[in-house]
């Protein structure tokens, strides 16, 4: 089962993102974090037989996107998260550095449009998992 995980410190993003996931028919229950770290704590007590889809954001307050990265690597169900680099400006020094994390697998500006909906569709490591 594909779970969709939305991580940013904006209650506002959070919203519209959550609003625009469903609309777009790719999940019907996406699961918000304002703090990376409650994140974390959910995803370390998760069925190995799920699929992660993270919407994560890079700047946050305490552990950023990069923090986050380095905690999933680690985990054991690494192998079955996909995450969507979430930011406000996509500088070419974080396209660089998300070429270490294997999870990241593509990168979103803010805010998310229909477009961006569409690319997360048509991912391909992901469309199995998508609502039809």
Request: hydrophobic share 45%; proline share 4%; net charge negative.
């Amino acid at each position: 089962m594909l779970k969709v995980l939305i991580i940013d410190d904006d209650s506002i993003v959070l919203f519209i993102q959550e609003k625009m996931l469903k609309k777009y028919g790719i999940t019907d229950a996406p699961i918000s974090f304002q703090d990376a770290r409650k994140a974390i704590d959910f995803l370390k007590i998760q069925k190995s037989g799920d699929i992660f889809l993270i919407l994560l954001d890079i700047n946050m307050p305490g552990m950023n996107g990069w923090d986050v990265l380095d905690v999933i690597r680690e985990m054991e169900i690494s192998e079955k998260v996909f995450v969507f680099m979430v930011t406000s400006s996509i500088d070419n020094y974080d396209k660089e550095k998300a070429k270490n994390y294997k999870n990241v697998i593509s990168f979103i500006e803010k805010p998310i449009s229909v477009d961006n909906c569409i690319k997360i569709k048509e991912h391909p490591e992901l469309k199995p998992y998508l609502l039809d």
